[in-house]
């Protein structure tokens, strides 16, 4: 019997313009962003590095949720009052904190194509899936791993906790164990394997402890050897713990090589390490986060040389490849190993053999989700394929040159004024420097030499960090920075002893 209740259409929604009309409303709004961040690059030189928030900046991040939306035009100008004019300035030409790299406005605007285009990386059969493949390639072909896998991810501790999970699971593996399976516990009414560990010097990165953690490994597995006066991995101290762990009944599996240690910029003598590893049957790890691009240069190459011989290497690209964040990547020698490690079956992802879900021989549906933990991943090839397409390698290489010759000049600025001392060597692009006054002691010139750099900042000239060496408070400059001129390392300079001096005669 028919109804007699009306067919009523129910109103649909969507987050695209409902009309013509109000697409070319949002098409000037997205014209007049194109061009104001076009220009906000354009004027850096001539802004501040850094400026505090303002209160009303403060309070206005405060509000209660929006319910009830504003609209583009409104949430845009919002933008532009708070959250514009107040980043931590890494975009500058006079940012030198961390190891953080600049972006470039084409980077800016392939990361708006891929937004726009919204691919899921987990593979696919899609063009974005062909150029992950194809600039992981690339990469392992500059960094001397021809025909490594590798897959794109947030950063450096992702990318090196990934290369050490492969390790374990190989290690493992070799045993006649599933690390897998069983992970690191021991199951009643079987013997307890010995603990696994590895090996990395003193002054490895913080990703490492965080990795070891999370794999279930614990901090006690992650052994710290000694550094030598250059600040890199006592290979003999190394060679000797291996031997007494060993003795010990714990079973080592990976040594960890730093190429550019987050203080000073040291390489560990990368050559010497594979070696070892090598004749020890354990996995050669390199953490290059920002080292591993001085590869790119043939003058620079020496300085990191053993890193090509690495079994696994993570590195990012946001730091000296100058691409926005977040862009890191993972390569891995042994396929079978890195896949092998990941690699997982589920209903919803069977391969089909056409369409969307196929697998061919430029990879597929489940080609980069076997390489690592995500399955849903971002379009963050496109970055750096389109600026290596347009810029090529050696400008890339060039720029890194570039740097490391600027904090060479910078040293030997120091080096030659009166009132400066080097707290370290460089041997890469790091320099770390101090003012200095006769009759202060050393906990008077570390308490100087703070509000030194916190002038520098708030005063909006430049953005070094810090850090600590043998007790003495530094002034860190790194410089992956490819807007730098020899220029601003002058103005800096300059401003390091105009402020030094200006400190010393309040506290005096």
């Known amino acids: 019997m028919p109804s007699n209740r009306a067919s009523v259409t129910p109103t649909e929604h969507t987050f695209d313009p409902a009309s013509p009309a109000e697409w070319g409303t949002l098409a000037s709004l997205g014209h007049r962003m194109l061009d104001d961040m076009l220009a906000a690059q354009r004027g850096l030189p001539d802004a501040r590095a850094w400026t505090e928030?303002?209160?009303?900046?403060?309070?206005a991040m405060s509000e209660p949720v929006p319910y009830e939306g504003i609209g583009a035009e409104a949430a845009y100008q919002a933008f532009l009052s708070h959250v514009l004019p107040y980043p931590n300035g890494s975009w500058h030409p006079r940012f030198f904190g961390w190891v953080q790299g600049n972006g470039t406005p084409?980077?800016?605007?392939?990361?708006?194509?891929?937004?726009?285009?919204?691919?899921?990386?987990?593979?696919?059969?899609?063009?974005?899936?062909?150029?992950?493949r194809q600039t992981v390639s690339w990469l392992a072909d500059?960094?001397?791993?021809?025909g490594a896998t590798g897959l794109f991810v947030t950063g450096g501790t992702m990318a090196n906790t990934l290369g050490l999970a492969v390790g374990r699971f190989a290690a493992a593996r070799a045993l006649g164990r599933d690390a897998r399976r069983d992970g690191v516990q021991q199951w009643p009414g079987e013997d307890s394997p010995a603990?696994?560990?590895?090996?990395?010097?003193?002054?490895?990165?913080?990703?490492?402890?965080?990795?070891?953690?999370?794999?279930?490994?614990?901090?006690?597995?992650?052994?710290?050897?000694?550094?030598?006066?250059?600040?890199?991995?006592?290979?003999?101290?190394?060679?000797?713990?291996?031997?007494?762990?060993?003795?010990?009944?714990?079973?080592?599996?990976?040594?960890?090589?730093?190429?550019?240690?987050?203080?000073?910029g040291a390489t560990d003598d990368l050559a010497s390490l594979a070696a070892l590893a090598k004749r020890e049957r354990l996995w050669f790890h390199v953490d290059g986060a920002f080292g591993a691009?001085?590869?790119?240069?043939?003058?620079?190459?020496?300085?990191?040389?053993?890193?090509?011989?690495?079994?696994?290497?993570?590195?990012d690209l946001h730091k000296w490849g100058s691409m926005p964040f977040d862009?890191?990547?993972?390569?891995?020698?042994?396929?079978?190993?890195?896949?092998?490690?990941?690699?997982?079956?589920?209903?919803?992802?069977?391969?089909?053999?056409?369409?969307?879900?196929?697998?061919?021989?430029?990879?597929?549906?489940?080609?980069?989700?076997?390489?690592?933990?995500?399955?849903?991943?971002?379009?963050?090839?496109?970055?750096?394929?389109?600026?290596?397409?347009a810029d090529g390698v050696h400008k890339l290489a060039g720029i890194i040159e570039q740097n490391v010759a600027q904090c060479t000049y910078l040293a030997a600025l120091v080096d030659a004024h009166p009132e400066l001392e080097r707290l370290a060597p460089v041997p890469l692009n790091i320099v770390n420097l101090r003012y200095v006054a006769d009759g202060l002691d050393e906990a008077a010139l570390n308490a100087l030499n703070q509000e030194v750099l916190l002038r520098?900042?708030?005063?909006?000239?430049?953005?070094?960090?810090?850090?600590?060496?043998?007790?003495?408070?530094?002034?860190?400059?790194?410089?992956?920075?490819?807007?730098?001129?020899?220029a601003d390392f002058d103005f800096v300079l300059a401003k390091v002893v105009e402020f030094g001096r200006e400190v010393l005669a309040e506290r005096t």
Not at 202 to 231: N, Q, S, Y
Not at 294 to 314: F, H, N, Q
């Open 456 to 486: 520098l900042q708030e005063r909006g000239i430049a953005v070094p960090s810090s850090t600590v060496l043998g007790g003495r408070f530094a002034i860190r400059v790194a410089n992956v920075n490819h807007r730098s001129k020899t």
């Open 106 to 132: 084409l980077a800016m605007l392939a990361d708006m194509l891929s937004s726009g285009l919204n691919a899921h990386l987990g593979g696919f059969n899609q063009a974005p899936a062909v150029v992950e």
């Open 195 to 264: 603990p696994m560990v590895l090996y990395g010097s003193e002054e490895t990165h913080g990703w490492a402890r965080k990795a070891v953690e999370l794999l279930g490994l614990g901090d006690r597995a992650f052994r710290r050897v000694p550094v030598d006066a250059e600040h890199r991995i006592d290979v003999d101290a190394l060679e000797r713990m291996i031997v007494d762990d060993r003795a010990a009944g714990l079973q080592p599996f990976c040594i960890i090589g730093t190429a550019g240690t987050v203080n000073i």
């Open 53 to 59: 928030m303002p209160d009303e900046t403060r309070a």
């Open 327 to 389: 862009c890191a990547c993972v390569l891995v020698r042994d396929a079978e190993a890195h896949h092998a490690t990941f690699r997982t079956t589920a209903s919803y992802l069977t391969p089909l053999s056409r369409g969307v879900s196929a697998i061919d021989d430029t990879g597929g549906m489940a080609y980069f989700a076997e390489r690592g933990i995500d399955l849903t991943r971002s379009f963050k090839a496109l970055k750096v394929w389109m600026s290596l397409k």
């Open 293 to 315: 691009l001085a590869y790119l240069s043939e003058a620079l190459r020496p300085r990191v040389a053993g890193m090509e011989l690495a079994d696994s290497i993570g590195f």
């Open 142 to 146: 500059m960094l001397g791993m021809p």
